[in-house]
């Protein structure tokens, strides 16, 4: 059975670090596309930065130039480090996973509905 599970997640102050990761069983990170998730309370879940093949990232212009998203095929788990939070980044943080590598390149690569496999989540919450 395909499985992601987060850890990382935990309570910093504004300007903090966290580093999430994303353990995968039953699948390949380098078979699709992968992503993470995050849905603050109150709010729609959106994506956050998604990675592909040859090293290709995106993300969402909030966390541009703080956060980074990476693979590590050798653990097969996917990460996603946080640098200078901000209270914004409050919420609950989910990797996902699809097996068509070509969401990655789509228009839809954000959206929840392109992904087929997703972890629990895991809680940040970043203080002032």
């Known amino acids: 059975q395909v499985q992601l599970v987060e850890s990382g997640g935990g309570s910093v102050q504004s300007g903090g670090s966290l580093r999430l990761s994303c353990s995968a069983s039953e699948f390949s990170v380098r078979s699709g596309c992968m992503a993470w998730f995050r849905q603050a309370p109150g709010k729609e879940r959106g994506g956050v930065a998604i990675?592909?093949?040859?090293?290709?990232?995106d993300y969402i212009d909030s966390v541009k130039g703080r956060f980074t998203i990476s693979g590590d095929i050798t653990k097969n788990a996917l990460y996603l480090q946080m640098n200078n939070l901000k209270p914004e980044d409050t919420a609950i943080y989910y990797c996902a996973a699809s097996v068509d590598s070509g969401v990655c390149y789509s228009g839809s690569s954000f959206a929840s509905d392109s992904y087929n496999y997703w972890g629990q989540g895991t809680q940040v919450t970043v203080s002032s």
């Open positions: 990675i592909g093949d040859n090293h290709y990232t």
